[in-house]
């Protein structure tokens, strides 16, 4: 901006940026209310997301996947420690997570209106954008029967933006190029929590404590959903790095490890345990022969070397305590799970409504169970539609293997393999988590999703920019960009 328009608005930017940082340092020196704070940060950040949507939507779709990863971090709601290590039912608060999900869905639908009106042709739907809306709409329905029509419509319009992310993804990504600079802007997301997370490991501030363990949660609101993300960022960073540059390997080598030592410092042993088995999987059907024995060598050394985590999974086998209540979370997971399941009863078809199970049990927490939640939040017509978004996921996750297959070690295939690496993660961790629940999460996964029907698109998209169609076999070439 070398125009005098253009530096008066970089000077009023400036302007602002310096009032607010003088705004929050008073703030913070003097105790004083976290809303005001947050409140014009909040308000400031959305007007330039906005403006930033408005010129370069692209850019808009990168800039919000950078930023959501450390915006739950200024939640206004506390949390508890309890055993389950999640959310009481308290009033959530002022969000600007949820504001985000507003401005990207109306952001969406203008840019939606302004390519049919310039005539562009989107691309089909993948089966796993259909499930997920299906998904959505079951959400919408649970609504009827909820004790809190307000917090069912908030959680039903998240679940929206996460279902709007993934359409517009899969119209974004039409070449590698695209691709890679999601997968920049995915991993460029993690830089804030992990460094976070560094910077309390090394100065022992402790986030949050439960069943003895000082545990960590970055910038993420429990340390669960934290682990989760880590979880998938591991498996398919493990999947790209051999296509990285020497400089750039270095840089996600990096990354990698802090989020590896900061998914050790969750301590949530199911996120442990699925990123095993998803570099199992990166493994298994990346053909990577030296990253599988690495793999088993490394285990072998952390259970040795690493005395906490032999001692994370000890307690399993202790029921109960002195007072009879469940000593760990395992057992809790198990007795909570048969308090829950009759709440259905109110309303099998269509459920009690999104997240009232929460609000309608005694201990006021999740259930740690998608497939549970699913009937009980969302009736039989819920959990139909999530066990056909569970089908999407693993048929997207097949297609891309098996489109891929004839380039073994492509970047495509690799992209595929991280990707079914990340659908089995997911689904052992929804086993004992709230995995479907957590929209951050689903925010970051519903991009992998994209990355990989995408690869299997190429010759669709390139015939619908009027490129010729790449070739079938070998390698495939970057296409020529066009704007989106």
């Known amino acids: 901006m070398s125009t005098p328009r253009g530096r008066l608005i970089i000077a009023m930017c400036a302007v602002v940026i310096v009032v607010l940082s003088v705004e929050a340092t008073v703030v913070a020196a003097t105790g004083g209310s976290k809303l005001l704070m947050i409140v014009p940060i909040a308000l400031f950040a959305g007007l330039g997301l906005t403006l930033l949507g408005v010129v370069n939507f692209e850019g808009f779709v990168y800039a919000t996947i950078v930023v959501r990863a450390s915006m739950d971090i200024v939640k206004t709601s506390p949390t508890s420690s309890g055993t389950a290590g999640v959310n009481t039912a308290a009033a959530s608060g002022l969000d600007p997570a949820g504001g985000l999900a507003v401005i990207f869905i109306l952001m969406a639908f203008f840019w939606y209106l302004t390519r049919k009106r310039e005539g562009r042709v989107a691309p089909r739907a993948s089966i796993h954008r259909i499930c997920l809306i299906l998904f959505a709409g079951a959400g919408y329905l649970s609504i009827i029967d909820s004790a809190s029509v307000s917090i069912s419509l908030l959680e039903a319009i998240r679940v929206t933006a996460v279902v709007v992310m993934l359409a517009v993804l899969e119209v974004l990504l039409v070449d590698r190029e695209s691709i ?4 920049t802007a995915i991993y460029v997301s993690a830089v804030v929590p992990v460094g976070l997370t560094m910077f309390n490991v090394v100065f022992h501030h402790t986030q949050f404590t439960s069943g003895g363990f000082d545990r960590y949660q970055g910038t993420f609101s429990q340390p669960n959903p934290f682990a989760i993300y880590l979880t998938m960022l591991i498996v398919m960073g493990a999947a790209l790095f051999p296509h990285l540059t020497i400089r750039k390997r270095a840089l996600m080598a990096l990354l990698l490890i802090g989020c ?18 998803g570099l199992f999987a990166v493994a298994y059907f990346g053909r990577r022969r030296l990253m599988l024995g690495i793999m088993l060598g490394s ?5 040795v070397a690493v005395p906490t985590i032999a001692a994370r999974f000890a307690d399993l086998g202790q029921a109960t305590n002195a007072s009879g209540t469940a000593s760990n979370s395992l057992t809790w997971r198990f007795n909570y799970w048969g308090e829950v399941l009759p709440l259905a009863n109110k ?5 009690i409504g999104l997240k009232m199970s929460s609000f309608e049990t005694s201990q006021q927490k999740e259930p740690h169970n998608d497939f549970l939640r699913a009937y009980v939040e969302t009736g039989v017509v819920g959990t139909v539609a999530y066990f056909l978004l569970l089908f999407s996921m693993g048929a997207v996750a097949r297609q891309s293997l098996r489109f891929t297959k004839k380039r073994h070690g492509s970047y495509e295939h690799s992209i595929a393999v991280g990707f079914t690496g990340c659908v089995i993660a997911f689904v052992l961790i929804s086993l004992v988590s709230n995995v479907i629940s957590e929209v951050i999460v689903l925010w970051y996964y519903v991009a992998f999703a994209a990355a990989a029907y995408a690869v299997t698109q190429y010759r669709e998209n390139a015939i619908l920019r009027g490129l010729p169609p790449p070739p079938d076999d070998g390698e495939v070439p970057v296409l020529a960009r066009l704007s989106a």
């Open 180 to 183: 890679k600079r999601l997968v």
């Open 260 to 277: 590896v030592i900061s998914l050790y410092f969750t301590y949530t042993r199911s996120a442990w345990i699925a990123a095993v088995i």
């Open 299 to 303: 285990m072998l050394l952390s259970l």
């Open 347 to 351: 309303d099998p078809i269509t459920g």
